[in-house]
Nanobody, 124 residues
Framework: QVQLVESGGGLVQAGGSLRLSCVGS????????MGWFRQAPGKERDFVAA????????NYEDSVKGRFTISRDNAKNTVYLQMNSLKPEDTAVYYC?????????????????WGQGTQVTVSP
């Protein structure tokens, strides 16, 4: 069993930056691919970014490419999402997730463990 806890969300103006963190406990996340998803009010949960267990493969949703960076520190059991040049349309609850097998899938059904989410609000 893996427990995931996100932090780092908040309110920021458009153009600003935030760094989200996701700390795993219970079991090491080093053998898992890790992903970030987001859900805006009234919308489905969408893929944002994912990273392989070793960090060598990263996938991004098209609208965040060049603005967001996913990284991980397996020694700290932590995954990060650096978000720059934020836009109002990035406003959502951001969720961290872990997938067995190590491949950084873009599909939410590939992920077995989920955090509770952290709110990101970007004002115009």
């Amino acid at each position: 069993q893996v427990q995931l806890v996100e932090s780092g969300g908040g309110l920021v103006q458009a153009g600003g930056s935030l760094r989200l963190s996701c700390v795993g406990s219970g079991r090491t996340v080093s053998g898992y691919a890790m992903g970030w998803f987001r859900q805006a009010p009234g919308k489905e949960r969408d893929f944002v970014a994912a990273i392989s267990w070793g960090g060598s493969v990263r996938n991004y949703e098209d609208s965040v490419k060049g603005r967001f960076t996913i990284s991980r520190d397996n020694a700290k059991n932590t995954v990060y999402l650096q978000m720059n040049s934020l836009k109002p349309e990035d406003t959502a609850v951001y969720y961290c997730a872990a997938a067995r097998g190590g491949y950084p899938s873009t599909r939410s059904d590939a992920y077995e463990f989920w955090g509770q989410g952290t709110q990101v609000t970007v004002s115009p």
